[in-house]
């Protein structure tokens, strides 16, 4: 098919699902205007509603491709991904949902796999599936198995982006870009050399005892589609302030740093399924920074930046390069890993 | 394929997603097992969670169809479905995610339609969609567009198998089958001489009423996958109580019987997206039968049997035909008509 008549007759393109640049466009313009109210319009990781209690909601679909990765499968991603976007909330997770959209033919077998692996990360993550749906689709009509998990979590510290100021240190809770890098290399069977473990995982063990004995957090997500350059810039555009970050600082494996030479694409483009991205106090950056590395799962934090007040950077995210040059990153444009998550 | 092969390696049938008998046997065998919690395991049509105030949450995947059919689409089913799961379950529909799941290549202008219909049915339904999620896959990984709803509702009524009574009468809310038929003509192009038009219908007016005017609903049900005949015996199995219907006050429309006849198919098994199943005290059946016909949306609604305790009809759902025969009504046990919501 032609380019011209894609963009002419107005397709959706892969690129639509990149959790970049173009998602936003289509989110923005197409879905907000038809759907918009100001819960919604916050686009934040759960919309926060009050039943008394504040509660986080959530939801979100996966449609990994292969199933099962290094580190990971579709049923771990269901579980840690929603779980992980309530926790960004400063949510305590608490319940889910599942729904299968299952293509006809699958076996058992693999099915059996995937509902333990679920079994598992709730277990792990102290959640419990209390809603579900199944749907058979024909052969072809779908990819073996889609599930959208929905979440429900307790808020115990309410974040936003209006308590974010100049000054504040950007800190990374791990290394970034290993989940969608792990996916990759089994999707096209890359030998590197090594291999790259998704880092999917729950991350309420980390994130929680931040949030229960610091009240330092200003703002979190989770770098998942469009990796950590796209998180960076929602943030920046979002609060209207800037963002410098220290490229040394932002941690990265060698073996992800060497994979992504070789393969010619970006590490701050590459999701991860296991880390988030926190705005903190300056004052309290140290102790927050402390605790995160005093558990496995944030034994590589970094403080990688800060957030900055200037007209030049205002909505921006500025990299300062190991030899000192400075260059605007932005969202991921087009999509780079179609079904990473 | 062999049938045999299909058996022996044990795969998943259309008939897994049918809402009928094999999908109960799945779920029972295969995901209780694994994820059962004393929430999950009530099988109930929104999981009940207690916030101070006591919330509903449901989800529900629509992958119908053709995605326009007579008297819907997609995006009014999965506004429709969760808003209706909320309702049997006693709640007012409050809050609506929204997971899409798109193939690129599809138009922008179809997208629009379908998050017009989503927004007109939320205005109706006085559902706000406050958390959302959009996948983009590759041509032919799924067909066009698949939707997940989760709904969270405040409780007004707690209902339960558990109050079930024998005499409880069984209210029937509207015309059966219209939403089945309607989708299945509209995809196989039938010429019936005549437009069935889906009964699609977010059901607040009609069900909250009921319930805030009168305390004598034991429990409801849509018949959605699986039809009438399977929500029967789903009550029947689950009270140890039995049912017994009067076939000539099951609510159907001359149309739709026509057309069952033609095609030779039950319309007891065929999907309905805008009525309810409902079980209420025998002394107040009349007055909730007449606040339902005050309703467009009811007045085709008819008491059509009462719950039974009897050895012989225990958990079973019998059926007296016009002629006074007595016939055992079964759920759906294969795969009628696929993708239907």
Known sequence: MARGLIVSKQKILLGHGSGGRLMHKLIKELVL??????????LADSAVINYKERLAFTTDSFVVSPLKFPGGDIGKLAVCGTVNDLLMSGAQPEYLSLGLIIEEGLDFGVLQE???????AARAAQIKVIAGDLKVV??????????????????????????????????????IAQHGLAVLSKRKNLDLGFDIRSDCAALNNLILPVLQNTGVVR?????????????LNEIAENSGLGIEIEEKNVPLSN????????????????????IAVMVVDALASARVLSLLRAHPLGRNARIAGKVVASPKTKGRVILRTSIGSERIVDMLTNEALPRIC
């Open 219 to 231: 703002f979190m997500r989770d770098p998942t589609r469009g990796g950590l350059a796209t998180t």
């Open 255 to 274: 073996k992800v740093r060497a994979a992504c030479e070789l393969l010619g694409i970006d590490p701050l483009h590459i999701a991860s399924e296991g």
């Open 33 to 42: 205007p038809r759907l918009g109210n100001p819960i919604l319009k916050e």
């Open 138 to 175: 024909e052969i072809g009509a779908c990819d073996k198995i889609f599930i959208n998990t929905s979440g429900i979590g307790r808020v115990i510290k309410r974040l936003s982006l209006k308590n974010i100021r100049a000054g504040d240190k950007i800190i990374i809770s791990g290394n």
């Open 114 to 120: 995937i509902v333990d692996s679920i079994a598992r």
